[in-house]
């Protein structure tokens, strides 16, 4: 964040990754969203942005459309203008935007305001990592793909304006580090611990299917192992939900620290503006050792 006057400042951010999504414009979709969730997060409103591309020379011209049509679309559903952009001649795709989003600096939310006693919610569901994972693989359905595809690109405006309207006090996008791993960086910034119900964890129906294909990516294998030095699992867990806690993912929902009083009017209202599983799936407790996060079931 730079604050510019008194009452305004920007937060500025850039996100782009290989596709994940056999549609292009699903693709693209789900890099916009992706790109805008940081700005989301802390409670800002995306205005403009610079489209960021690295591609073959070669691609074929209505691949690249496809994937910028979709990209554009989520922008524009954003509110904001694609002011232009760069593009690099590369051997792989990588899409996505450096954004530039408004915020009154006295209003931002960030992920060191968490407090004890306070309740946490997401709003999407987990096991994104698992399924695109199988689209990788070639055994993921279409109409399952597709389905992720439009969760991946569903923007996290609407959650991001539920949080402010019930004052939360801290915040953080879910991506590639997995719950677990961005709820290890609240707690490390708000000196707290955070426990997490695994139990109460919103997921993809499909997860367990693909989890049991050995679709954890590369990325939710390395979560795992690093979050070995700061995540207390407790007895009961089921070890498949350990594994959808460290999943990364991409595009994901809005982890919120709320006041536990507030938490079910976060829920209602992230519910009816379209997050459907938005679900409370833990608590902020006093800082307890060296353990940042507990699973509990």
Known sequence: MYRLRDDLAIVLTVDYFPPVLDDPVRYGQAAAANALSDAYAMGATPVAVLNTLNCPATIDPQLLGAIMRGGAEKIHEAGAVVAGGHSVDDEYINYGFAVTATVHPDRVVKNDGARAGDALVLTKP????????????????????????????RLNKAASEAMLAVGAHACTDITGFGLVGHARNVAAASGITLELSAGALPALPEWRHFHGKGCMSGGS??????????????????????????????????LVAVDAARADDLVARCRAAGNPETGIVGRVLPRAGDRLVRLVP
Do not use: H
Request: no cysteine; charged share 25%.
């Open 126 to 153: 987990l096991g994104i990592g698992l399924l695109t994972t199988a689209v990788k693989k070639g055994i993921l359905p279409d109409d399952v793909a597709d389905r992720v595809g439009a969760l991946m690109g």
């Open 221 to 254: 294998k390395r979560n795992r192992e690093a979050a070995e030095g700061y995540l207390e699992v407790a007895a009961g867990v089921d070890a498949a939900l350990v594994d959808l806690a460290v999943d990364a993912q991409t595009s994901g929902g809005l």
